[in-house]
Each structure stands twice: as structure tokens, then as C-alpha cells.
């Protein structure tokens, strides 16, 4: 099986950002997959394992996958000019609801995404920790995305009211040993979570999944095959 990883840049607002395609050279994408990085400050970025593994698990599976770096991570610009600002710029986000540049920078990604595959092709969104957070923002307010995961959703950190009426069916994975949450969060976090939703526990982890990231991925997979 022949597996492409093809480097992209795309523009959001006046910024460019980079990126990676990862697909099966040997199948037409009908299914594609956007993937979203984790907090920048907490080391979050395209080359996260668990981003990673979703990447090549769905290559392996059929769909074509992008993932990428928000604004001021790694090659993609931003308007920080050093380390600092852009260090300053994005721990601003973790205290705040003031996330909305990733936000942007996941609809210009899903833009992107979407202008590579047929107008019919299946589009999903999976989003680990705060990715999953400004992913289920996109997701569940954009018409092309037929559902959403999220895994290690920081449940008390950020406001999910947005949810609120979504009727696409979502993906939740947790564990029990989140430093990101409490289990008393994620639980009562989901239940507040509307119908159709799916909640999956990955015993004997914590919040990196270290030794159980194909599984993970393994488990986002297939819940995007059974829509």
C-alpha cells in the first residue's frame, strides 16, 4: 500500500499556514478526514502522536487526511514576530474564550481540504484535546461535515454550549487518567452532549494514549465508516 505524504501551504486571514496531506496513492479519496492539533503551549502540533496515527491509520483506511499547524506554530506564520510573542499570543487562548484565530485557521484548513476531493466525498473532523474543542466549532456549524470527534475533550475549560442543538452524530473518546480533566468533568460534560453521540473509554491510559494511539485512531476510523 503505498502511503503520500504531501506537504501543502494554505492562506487564513493573511497568513499562511502548513500542512499535510496524507492519502493512499492507490485509492481515490471519496472520505477525507481534517485533523486538529492539540494547544500549541502544551506542545501541540501536526506532528502530535496521536495526530499522527490518525493520519496513516486512515490513509491505511481509505480516506485522505489533513492535518496542520495553526498560525505562529512551527512553519506557519503569524503576526508574533519572536518566540515570546507568539508563546504570549497563544497562552492568552488557554484562560480565555478569545480562540477565535483557530478557529479561522480550522475553517481555512477544512477550505482546503474540501477543494481536493469530489464535490461528493465524505468530509469528517477529528480533534485531539483543544483541537477538539475549535474542531466541534467548525464541525458542528458546517454543513459539508457529516460528524465529528473529539478525543480527550478538556470538558471544564472551555464552554460547549455551542453544541447545543447539533444533531450530527459525535464521537467522544476519554480516559480516566486526564490530566487535561477530571472524570467527574468528562462525565458530566457529556451529558449535557445531545443525541446522536457515541462515548468510547480507553482503559489503562492517560492523556497522551503512549502505546494506544492506533487503537485510538483505529476506533475514530471506524466511527466515520459507520456513518
Known amino acids: ?30 472520505k477525507a478526514i481534517l485533523l486538529c492539533s492539540p494547544h500549541p503551549t502544551l506542545g501541540g502540533d501536526m506532528e502530535n502522536n496521536i495526530i499522527t496515527s490518525l493520519a496513516l491509520v486512515s490513509a491505511h483506511a481509505g480516506f485522505i487526511s489533513l492535518r ?17 510573542e507568539k508563546f504570549h499570543y497563544w497562552e492568552k487562548t488557554m484562560s480565555s474564550e ?4 483557530a478557529v479561522t485557521d480550522v475553517y481555512s484548513a477544512f477550505k482546503f481540504l474540501t477543494a481536493q476531493v469530489d464535490k461528493d466525498a465524505m ?12 474542531g466541534m466549532r467548525v464541525a458542528a456549524t458546517h454543513d459539508n461535515v457529516l460528524a465529528f470527534a473529539s478525543i480527550s475533550t478538556p470538558f ?5 454550549d455551542f453544541l447545543r442543538g447539533c444533531k450530527k ?15 467527574e ?41 459507520s456513518v
Open 68 to 84: 496542520f499547524n495553526y498560525r505562529g506554530v512551527g512553519n506557519s506564520e503569524c503576526d508574533g514576530k519572536d518566540i515570546a
Open 185 to 225: 468533568e468528562t462525565l458530566q460534560g457529556l451529558e449535557k452532549i445531545p443525541l446522536p453521540k457515541t462515548i468510547e473509554l480507553i482503559e489503562n491510559s492517560d492523556h497522551f494514549y503512549r502505546g494506544k494511539e492506533d487503537v485510538v485512531s483505529q476506533k475514530v476510523c471506524a466511527f466515520f465508516d
Open 169 to 183: 452524530p459525535k464521537l467522544f473518546i476519554y480516559n480516566k487518567n486526564d490530566f487535561a480533566t477530571t472524570v
Open 156 to 160: 471544564g475549560k472551555y464552554d460547549l
Open 98 to 101: 478569545n480562540y477565535t484565530d
Open 1 to 30: 500500500m503505498n502511503i503520500t505524504e504531501e506537504h501543502v501551504r494554505f492562506s487564513s486571514d493573511k497568513v499562511n499556514l502548513e500542512g499535510v496531506l496524507a492519502y493512499n496513492e492507490d485509492v481515490f479519496p471519496a
Open 123 to 134: 468530509i469528517f473532523i477529528a480533534g485531539y484535546s483543544f483541537g477538539g474543542i475549535v
